[in-house]
């Protein structure tokens, strides 16, 4: 049996199956007929792109020991009576491991996991700082532009268009495709650490995008609210 990978990468919309392959290694090796192809599975681990295989029934004493996946209704049933088998077809057969499924599928997702959460936790940390960052770069931008704010309030200007002057000022900075260029720049980085999301994934971005314009708005309301809410006499009052 071949999977789907071998046959797209040797024989492209062409049908393997009865066609004879050798297994060359150090010389003449052994000839195998391909029965079938199997989808493509990630037999390296998540994050490795899937590879040509080729699985054949080996004979007994080949090294290394083969894997076999049982299913059975009772794990635990099958756990004190599976060497009591084996040992009654082939009493030199051992048997090295037993493991559910779902514990073997686990454990090949722990380092995905990790670097997940790690992640998560430095971005977290930096889009918290880059709140911070904003909030305290419109306060002061709204201190400096008190006397201008004043001037517009008190010749008719309305609170609400001096939300808008702040919000757009910030929409002016944030508005930039630099996210994007760096994204693609972290394209090979980003492939090792990804499973399951690629690194241009239209949902991811937007996902991000909603998630630092939500920051963005948060950070921005606080000097936007200020502003509305200068007081033209005071603040000529105090020029």
């Not at 995008?209 to 009052?237: E, G, H, K, Q, S």
């Amino acid at each position: 049996m071949v999977n789907q990978r071998f046959l797209d990468v040797h024989a492209p919309n062409q049908n393997l199956v009865g066609r004879v392959i050798e297994m060359v290694q150090n010389g003449p090796g052994a000839t195998y007929t391909i029965a079938g192809v199997l989808g493509t599975l990630a037999e390296d681990g998540p994050a490795v792109t899937p590879v040509p295989f080729v699985y054949v029934c080996s004979s007994p004493g080949w090294w290394p020991d083969p894997e076999y996946v049982v299913r059975t209704a009772d794990a635990r049933a099958l756990g004190r009576d599976l060497r009591q088998i084996v040992n009654g077809i082939d009493s030199k057969r051992a048997i090295f491991g037993l493991r559910p499924l779902a514990e073997v599928v686990d454990g090949a997702f722990d380092q995905p996991r990790l670097d997940a959460a790690i992640l998560s936790s430095f971005a977290s940390a930096a889009l918290a700082l880059a709140g911070i960052g904003l909030y305290s770069l419109f306060m002061l931008v709204v201190a400096d532009r008190t006397r201008e704010i004043a001037v517009r309030l008190a010749i008719g200007a309305s609170p609400a268009e001096m939300v808008r002057l702040v919000a757009a000022a910030a929409a002016r900075l944030l508005a930039s495709v630099l996210g994007v260029a760096l994204t693609a720049a972290a394209d090979r980085v980003l492939r090792g650490v990804l499973f399951g999301v690629a690194s241009f994934d239209a949902g991811a971005l937007a996902a991000s995008a909603a998630v630092i314009a939500t920051v963005a708005i948060a950070a921005v309301a606080m000097p936007a609210i200020r502003a509305a809410r200068v007081a033209p006499t005071d603040a000529l009052r105090g020029d």
